[in-house]
């Protein structure tokens, strides 16, 4: 079955940085626009960004500038580089992957990111 799996979340200060990995399995990884959302206490999940097969990137306005979304087709891996980083980035992030196709949408299980000031 498909799973995706994230790691990399953590407790960082404020103006820190971490990277957030999600590594997929059990579909065809070059087939899925992978992206990173977020959920705050209290709040909707919303988009982080997003990267297609090809490499094409969107980002949240908020985030712009601040994080970078990356892929490794080789390792089935998608990053989120979060720099800058700002108590208002806390919250859970999960990694989504969607087929071109749209038929298909699975999600990960979330990691806690938070950001003291």
């Known amino acids: 079955q498909v799973q995706l799996v994230e790691s990399g979340g953590g407790l960082v200060q404020a103006g820190g940085s971490l990277r957030l990995s999600c590594v997929a399995s059990?579909?065809?990884?070059?087939?899925?626009?992978m992206g990173w959302y977020r959920q705050a206490p209290g709040k909707e999940r919303e988009l982080v960004a997003h990267?297609?097969?090809?490499?094409?990137?969107n980002y949240a306005d908020s985030v712009k500038g601040r994080f970078t979304i990356s892929r490794d087709n080789a390792k089935n891996t998608v990053y989120l580089q979060m720099d800058s980083l700002k108590p208002e980035d806390t919250a859970v992030y999960y990694c989504?992957?969607?087929?071109?196709?749209?038929?298909?949408?699975?999600w990960g299980q979330g990691t806690q990111v938070t950001v003291s000031s």
């Open positions: 059990g579909l065809t990884f070059n087939n899925y626009v």
């Open positions: 989504n992957a969607v087929s071109t196709s749209s038929k298909f949408n699975f």
């Open positions: 990267i297609s097969p090809g490499g094409s990137t």
